[in-house]
């Protein structure tokens, strides 16, 4: 059928990709849903379905050249099997190999059936990423399978791609499946979005040479460069894709700049009588932020401005001074933050701040319910001046009189969407709210360009006065009692401390229990200290309860989860421990290391660590006991981990790119820039088709 279109219709470029899936030969509904769960609708979403990375199973190394960090297939015979119970239920498994060396294959998931299957004598064909263990090489869940006694050790023909992919879709269906896709590509000429003139003098090559390479890369392609991203094919792809990133922000921020908003003037002066009330003076940083927000609130254009400020610069009163402008000017002012604890400080603060003023703060979290909700929500309908709330801000329900200011803290864990929502909220014909993106996490210039084209950014790049730097040193786990013993002595001299524990990739459920397991033991170790405990699975009550008694002082030791890395603020605690801290990222551990150090007693963070520890945890331990300061940690996070996690986007899914990389293609953004300029003036077609395939449905529910 597309075979036939394909040689008609002239005046309309025919285009089978944006044909539904279920037209490709085979592909059946049960397929059609799969495929739909990873968003592959269309023909050209699979062209886009890019690799994540290539396995090379064409050759099979000798253990003896084997080197950490490399994926590689190795052949060898069991030597040793052992079960253990360190920690958790652990498989060890060595094998041997003609290069006389040995290789540990260590599993944490097993069932009897796998471990009886791998006893000595028995041939193992596996593939994984070596690792440095405790006793040499180690494999850690190695893809692996037994071969018989004769069975001659058979090696791949070409690199396989490993997409990202959904359970119950295999790899070897959904490579079928793109493959089919792939032979619908269209000639060059109808494939490019991007006029050609524009590409002239960026060295780019032709996106279906590009698509074909990086989805089959042939057998004597460079694995280095491809598995770096850094092949011309997969430069192309990035490029595209940054493109089209940058002009869907770029248009959003058009569309919403289109609009008007309420001209937002304090004429009452609140503002100089809450700037005469506070105990300390603005810092310089504050002041100029503070005017650059007034300014942008007093045009009758939406406000798109992001405030980014290291913890504890202060952004919470800037915040507060833009509500009062909108307060002053008649207009009502929406505080969003991303959990109960952080939203339930801002309602805390805001009622010191502005209860005085006789205004009132409006609290609306998930867990008001009842007639305690309807009250709520009716005084936000009448026009409740301020309202403090988590996302039950956006839910349906919630109307607002009159909405001008839209503040949202802590924007890395909102997403694009969840912004636009509650901005949605405030729409009254053509007008909308301002908006003020708060962030702890500071922005490197590179990111700022693509990831947050759509905002204007301020930065608070001053802490206020008296602070003194956190001391942050690097312990062992085996050196565990030493700490806790260390913590003795510091609550005997009065100070308060934070005992973090973390789990990132276990559920809440474990998470809360790992921090009783850890409560119970320091419990027993300091008996005559009072400790608490807080953790996500708290009723929000009860967290404030801890969370107060720890405040006035009553608690020596709070022990919690990473529900207090965000904006949790009691100046008095000057240590923390931190948990496991090689599994976090430097982002979390900056976040988390903010909470101390808010004081002028001086502060420290113990980051305890499970060894060994492996590269990458070595080198983020390192960077935080070097410094503190949030640009430079943000500039390694974006090195050392890549740009998706720092925005903690794995949560939202908002800003992972398919291919492109921030750190490893920043070179592209100026090009991105300057091509994404013309398109936008002279190409809106084009445009449309272009972020309609990278970003697709997104963008479609980003459309202001
Ligand atoms: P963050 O930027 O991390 O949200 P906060 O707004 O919570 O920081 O401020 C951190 C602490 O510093 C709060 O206790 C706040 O009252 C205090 N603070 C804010 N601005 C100043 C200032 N200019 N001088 C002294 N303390 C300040
Ligand atoms: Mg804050």
Redesign the pocket.
């Known amino acids: 059928m597309i075979a036939r279109i394909a040689g008609s219709a002239a005046a309309i470029a025919p285009d089978p990709g944006i044909e539904p899936v279920g037209v490709l030969p085979g592909v059946g509904s049960a397929l059609v849903a799969a495929l739909a769960r990873l968003g592959l609708e269309r023909v050209q979403d699979l062209w886009f379905h890019l690799p994540l990375r290539y396995e090379d199973r064409t050759r099979v190394s000798a253990i003896a050249d084997l080197r950490v960090g490399e994926r590689a297939q190795v052949a060898g015979l069991v030597e040793a099997v052992e079960r253990g119970f360190r920690y958790r239920p652990q498989l060890k498994v060595a094998i041997g190999d003609a290069s006389r060396q040995t290789l540990l294959l260590r599993f944490f998931h097993f069932n009897r059936a796998q471990s009886e299957q791998l006893q000595p004598g028995t041939r193992l064909l596996c593939y994984g990423e070596v690792r440095h263990g405790a006793h040499g090489l180690e494999m850690v869940h190695p893809q692996y399978r037994r071969l018989g006694e004769g069975d001659a050790v058979s090696v791949d023909a070409l690199l396989s791609p490993v997409y990202p992919s959904t359970e119950g879709l295999g790899q070897k269906r959904l490579a079928g499946v793109i493959g089919k896709a792939l032979t619908l590509l269209p000639p060059a000429a109808t494939l490019e979005l991007i006029p050609p003139e524009l590409c002239a003098g960026h060295g780019l090559t032709s996106l279906r040479d590009a698509l074909l390479y990086v989805h089959r890369p042939p057998a004597d392609a460079h694995l280095g460069q491809l598995m770096l991203g850094e092949h011309p094919a997969q430069q192309r792809l990035a490029f595209e894709e940054l493109l089209a990133r940058h002009l869907s922000l770029k248009r959003l921020r058009a569309a919403v700049r289109r609009r008007r908003a309420p001209r937002l003037a304090d004429d009452i002066g609140l503002r100089r009588r809450l700037l005469a009330a506070l105990p300390?003076?603005?810092?310089a940083a504050?002041r100029r932020v503070s005017a650059e927000v007034a300014k942008d609130l007093a045009q009758a254009r939406p406000m798109l401005r992001l405030v980014q400020?290291d913890?504890?610069?202060?952004?919470?009163?800037v915040a507060a001074l833009a509500a009062l402008a909108a307060v002053g000017a008649g207009y009502q002012v929406a505080l969003m933050a991303p959990t109960e604890l952080l939203a339930e400080q801002h309602r805390h603060n805001f009622r010191h701040w502005l209860g005085p003023l006789g205004i009132e703060v409006e609290w609306l979290a998930g867990k008001v319910a009842g007639k305690a909700r309807k009250l709520a929500l009716q005084r936000v309908a009448q026009g409740a001046p301020v309202v403090i709330g988590t996302h039950a801000l956006m839910q349906e329900g919630v109307v607002f009189a009159q909405l001008g200011l839209v503040i949202v803290d802590e924007q890395h864990r909102f997403g694009v969407q969840q912004r636009l929502a509650l901005r949605d909220k405030g729409q009254a014909g053509e007008q909308v709210p301002h908006q003020l993106v708060?962030t702890?996490t500071p922005i490197p210039r590179t990111l700022a360009m693509s990831a947050y084209a759509d905002l204007d950014i301020s930065s608070?790049d001053e802490l206020?006065?008296g602070r003194t730097p956190v001391q942050t040193i690097a312990i062992s786990n085996a050196r565990r009692a030493e700490v806790i013993e260390r913590i003795h002595a510091a609550c005997g001299e009065g100070r308060q401390a934070y005992w973090v524990c973390t789990l990132i990739e276990e559920s809440e459920l474990l998470r809360a229990q790992a921090a009783e397991v850890a409560f119970a033991e320091l419990s027993a170790a300091l008996g005559g200290f009072r400790i608490g405990l807080i953790h996500g699975r708290m009723k929000p009550k009860e967290k404030q309860a801890v969370m107060d008694a720890f405040k006035a002082g009553e608690l020596a030791v709070l022990v919690a989860t990473t529900v207090i890395e965000v904006?949790v603020?009691v100046?008095r605690a000057s240590l923390m421990v931190i948990e496991n801290s090689e599994r976090l990222g430097l982002a979390q551990l900056h976040q988390l290391r903010?909470r101390v150090g808010?004081g002028a007693a001086a502060s420290s963070c113990v980051l305890l660590y499970q060894p060994p520890l492996g590269q990458l945890a070595r080198e983020r331990l390192q960077v935080m006991r070097q410094t503190s300061d949030g640009f430079r940690i943000a500039e390694q996070d974006l090195l050392l981990r890549g740009p998706g996690e720092l925005l903690g986007t794995r949560q939202t899914g908002q800003l992972s790119f398919r291919i492109a990389d921030l750190a490893r293609d920043a070179h592209l953004l100026l090009a991105v820039q300057q091509v994404g300029e013309r398109m936008l003036a002279d190409h809106p077609r084009q445009t449309e088709r272009l972020i309609e395939r990278w970003i697709g449905g997104a963008a479609r529910f980003v459309q202001a």
């Open positions: 300390f003076e603005l810092t504050q400020g913890v504890g610069s202060g952004k919470t009163v708060l702890a608070i206020p006065p904006g603020d100046p903010g808010r």
